[in-house]
């Protein structure tokens, strides 16, 4: 059983950098891209960025391009998302999340931590 535990979230003032961290347990992650998403109040969860867990390839959404950089730990293994130039419109709960190279589907999430920019 895959689990994803997030934390890192706070409140920070626009401008500001926050790092996420997901830690993976479970089983292996080599076959694994693993990503982090976001959902703003009254807003559907959309994409932020992803990484092949082998490759290391990455992948950003274009509004955190420049900004964002998601890397992961493969010895402890945990996934991060740090965060720099913060925007207000930045704030949500971020989630990490988990799918199989092989598919398509986004099926193990983590909880979630609260991240508040203020302006």
């Known amino acids: 059983q895959v689990q994803l535990v997030e934390s890192g979230g706070g409140l920070v003032q626009a401008g500001g950098s926050l790092r996420l961290s997901c830690a993976a347990s479970?089983?292996?992650?080599?076959?694994?891209?693993m990503g982090w998403f976001r959902q703003a109040p009254g807003k559907e969860r959309e994409f932020v960025a992803s990484?092949?867990?082998?490759?290391?390839?990455?992948y950003y959404a274009d509004s955190v391009k420049g900004r964002f950089t998601i890397s992961r730990d493969s010895v402890k293994p945990t996934v991060y998302l740090q965060m720099s130039s913060l925007l207000p419109e930045d704030t949500a709960v971020y989630y990490c999340?988990?799918?199989?190279?092989?598919?398509?589907?986004?099926?193990?999430w983590g909880q979630g931590t609260q991240v508040t920019v203020s302006s």
């Open positions: 990484i092949t867990w082998n490759s290391g390839n990455t």
């Open positions: 999340a988990a799918r199989r190279l092989a598919g398509s589907v986004w099926d193990t």
């Open positions: 479970g089983r292996t992650f080599n076959t694994y891209r």
